[in-house]
Nanobody, 117 residues
């Protein structure tokens, strides 16, 4: 079955960096567009970044993270990454990866990122 497992969330201080990973299984990873979302309590999920399939030639970012976050993928490892630099307290959220297969959305369980001094 399709599985997405996020990891790498942690407590970080403002200005620090973290890298999140999302390990995928159960589908042909290189064919799928992959997304990172985040959610804070009481709000809906916000799209943070996406990367197209295969070579990942197209990437898009939320305005709030442009220039600080980078999404990449390693098709050999079935993994998508989110490198986060210059972290801010407002980046605090649960981060999820997502993909869509035949019109069905699949989500991971999320990983908590907390940015605080």
């Amino acid at each position: 079955q399709v599985q997405l497992v996020e990891s790498g969330g942690a407590l970080a201080q403002p200005g620090e960096s973290l890298t999140l990973s999302c390990k995928a299984s159960g589908f042909t990873f290189f064919r799928n567009v992959m997304h990172w979302y985040r959610q804070v309590p009481g709000k809906g999920r916000e799209l943070v970044a996406l990367i197209t399939n295969a070579g990942g030639g197209y990437k898009n970012y939320a305005d709030s993270v442009k220039g600080r976050f980078t999404i990449t993928r390693d098709n050999a490892k079935n993994t998508v990454y989110l490198q986060m630099h210059s972290l801010k307290p407002e980046d605090t959220a649960v981060y999820y990866c997502r993909t869509t297969i035949s019109g069905v959305e699949y989500w991971g369980q999320g990983t908590q990122v907390t940015v605080s001094s």
